[in-house]
């Protein structure tokens, strides 16, 4: 009886065993790219995809780019989900679930990390980048913005790139082509500290307000003004609710694209790779997009006669980079040495 007994025990507890290799492997196994079974069949992987805008917008045109290259790339390994329109919670509470690993990937603009590491916000400095978009690009892949992006490591965020959704322009009820048509005006501002300096230096009153209230204060004179590119102007309908459209390309709206570093970290070389494969094939098509739909939406916007577009001339536009320079003060003034430091690796590589 008792041999019966101790042969009883001794099968459960193989059995046991057994049972937690399984579990053991299965974890390993995603880590490595096996099944629970312990085959060569790699396990799927979901990849929440988060971003602010709506489907027709370009950036959402560009997650789908990423959705198709990285899942052929990776013979369907991965499934990526896409979320527009903050489907997954507002901005700041992608990123922080992003740092938490309950969302894989965000697509946002830099602006939208000056709560989390202020020192990206260099990149919305006004009057600043390149104005021309080939130049703008080759600086997207210089050495200077790879250092600026990996400060959001220490965030818990693995940056890879920029995708570009457009040069902004102010818009409000009145042209805004001298820095004394800014005073008093009140202006919709994303949570940058830069952005925020930018409109106090020239006078003007930023207010921090969600994009998805942005039209409703302008029609109800809440706020002013607001910046956006002609196709996010187009998309949301603020040319209904201004006046007047000032071509000042004083800035982008370009979008970071963001990883949650410890689901990032934990990733394969092989996933590594086809991720920052998609990456570039998704940069390339978000900017055919804009080009596209900022020709498009700004022919729709003169055919409604809701909305002038005011150029800005070259002493215009002298006067305005000169008024708006003390916004680079305020950067410094906000991010210390390290700040200074790469506000002057910027200008360097932008020589």
């Not at 019966?4 to 290799?21: I, K, P």
């Not at 603009?109 to 080939?134: I, R, Y």
Request: aromatic letters at 6%; charged letters at 25%; hydrophobic letters at 40%.
């Amino acid at each position: 009886m008792k041999r019966a007994l101790a042969l009883v025990m001794t099968v459960a507890l193989a059995g046991l065993l057994a049972a937690c290799s399984e579990r053991g492997s299965s974890t390993s196994g995603e880590a490595s790219g096996t099944t629970a079974g312990g085959s060569n069949a790699p396990a799927k992987i979901v990849m929440k995809v988060s971003h602010a805008a709506s489907p027709a917008d370009a950036r959402h045109k560009g997650a789908e780019k990423f959705k198709e290259v990285l899942e052929k790339e990776t013979n369907g390994q991965i499934d990526v989900q896409i979320y527009p329109a903050s489907q997954l919670g507002n901005p700041t509470e992608t990123v922080e679930a992003m740092q938490a690993g309950t969302i894989e990937m965000v697509i946002l603009p830099s602006a939208f990390l000056g709560g989390f590491q202020p020192l990206v916000t260099v990149l919305d400095l006004p009057f600043f980048l390149p104005e021309k978009l080939d130049d703008l690009l080759k600086l997207h892949k210089s050495d200077a913005v790879k250092t600026v992006l990996e400060t959001t490591r220490e965030k818990g965020i693995e940056t890879i790139g920029i995708w570009h959704t457009g040069y902004k322009q102010f818009t409000a009820n009145k042209p805004l082509v001298k820095p004394e048509d800014f005073k008093g005006v009140k202006f919709r501002a994303m949570p940058s500290p830069v952005l925020f300096g930018q409109f106090q230096v020239i006078g003007g009153n930023p207010i921090n307000l969600p994009y998805s209230e942005t039209y409703s204060a302008l029609q109800t004179g809440a706020i002013d003004g607001q910046e956006n590119p002609i196709n996010t102007i187009m998309d949301m309908k603020f040319h209904e609710v201004q006046k007047a459209i000032t071509m000042s390309y004083h800035g982008t709206l370009d979008q970071l694209i963001m990883f949650s570093k410890v689901w990032y970290d934990k990733q394969p070389d092989n996933i590594k790779a086809a991720i920052k494969k998609a990456h570039e094939a998704a940069a390339q098509e978000t900017v055919k997009v804009t080009q596209e739909k900022e020709k498009s939406d700004l022919e729709a916007i003169k055919k409604t006669g809701k909305t002038d577009t005011i150029p800005v001339d070259a002493t215009q536009r002298a006067a305005l980079i000169e008024a708006f320079a003390k916004t680079q003060d305020v950067y410094v003034e906000k991010t210390g040495e390290r700040g200074k430091q790469l506000l002057e690796l910027m200008k360097s590589a932008m020589k």
